[in-house]
């Protein structure tokens, strides 16, 4: 058995702390004794820099030191927005600008849907149709049946003037032609065709018969678009063809502008437009207004 084995582990842990007691003077010494540090040329051996330096010095400096470092980024981060930086920050100034802006946007999502229905509702009024059926068809997809029909649509003041002003007021009677071809189906208001069918050739232009507004431009099968153009008073003219483009909702339109240009199908088979125009909601016979 060897001699460490004899004197067992509390034996060990004396001896660990009797070194360590022995080499306090060691330690004493790097803390309160002085040293000179001396640079020297290399050459000459010349003393350059001397000074005077011992462990307490230093602990001193550097604790003196950390603790102005600490101070001054306190004073950074308390006085200046850089502690807007620190994550999980909370600023009195952007919650409350924050709050703000979500109340406006608020207000705002709520003013232009109320501009969305009363757009809706003079659309309406301009085709001809109740915009009560509209409410009712809405109220119904969001709540009860049953509280719709007990919630009327009343009439308001301006609404009933609007109405009277789309009767009286009337376009200017000098409608252009929107093509000129022949005509292979004519009006015929006692049945579902309220419109005439003009027969053209590639690349022919449809025009805009008065001046207005593009209220849609639909794209259906086979590459047939459907254009509907809103006139003075409650005009209303219906374009449906083949071909591409040359407007989109929203635009104004002048009487006799290009809105569409008519392809071919292929073959034979010559271009068509289908023409319709509505006058307080009714559809009327094109051929009393036009010159074709």
């Not at 001699?3 to 360590?20: H, N, P, T, V, Y």
């Not at 149709?129 to 997809?141: G, K, M, N, V």
């Not at 022949?182 to 018969?209: A, H, Y």
């Not at 591409?244 to 339109?253: D, Q």
Request: net charge neutral; glycine share 8%; aromatic share 8%.
């Amino acid at each position: 058995m060897s001699k460490s084995e004899k004197i067992g582990f509390f034996g060990r842990i004396r001896r660990f702390f009797r070194r360590l007691w022995r080499g306090r003077h060691t330690i004493g010494d790097l803390v309160k004794h002085r040293h000179r540090f001396i640079v020297l040329d290399t050459d000459t051996f010349k003393e350059k820099i001397s000074f005077q330096l011992s462990g307490m010095n230093l602990f001193i400096f550097f604790g003196i030191t950390s603790l102005v470092l600490m101070f001054i980024t306190a004073l950074l981060l308390a006085l200046t927005p850089l502690r807007e930086l620190i994550p999980g920050y909370s600023n009195a100034d952007v919650s409350e600008l924050a709050y703000s802006n979500a109340k406006v946007v608020d207000s705002l999502e709520v003013q232009l849907h109320a501009q969305e229905e009363l757009l809706a509702d003079i659309q309406d009024i301009m085709m001809g149709r109740d915009p009560s059926q509209r409410h009712a068809l809405t109220e119904r997809s969001h709540g009860d049946s049953s509280t719709v029909e007990m919630t009327p649509y009343l009439h308001s003041p301006e609404d009933s003037l609007l109405r009277d002003e789309m009767r009286q007021r009337g376009g200017d009677r000098n409608y252009a032609c929107p093509l000129q071809g022949k005509i292979i189906s004519k009006f015929n208001g006692n049945s579902d065709v309220n419109g005439i069918t003009i027969e053209g050739n590639p690349g022919d232009k449809v025009l805009s018969i008065q001046s207005g507004i593009v209220l849609m431009t639909d794209k259906g099968t086979d590459n047939v678009y459907t254009i509907v153009i809103q006139h003075s008073g409650v005009d209303l003219s219906i374009y449906k063809a083949a071909g591409s483009l040359t407007v989109s909702s929203g635009m104004m339109v002048q009487a006799g502008e290009t809105i569409m240009q008519l392809k071919g199908s292929g073959g034979n088979k010559k271009p068509t437009l289908y023409f319709e125009m509505l006058k307080s909601g009714e559809a009327v016979n094109p051929s009393q207004w036009i010159v074709f």
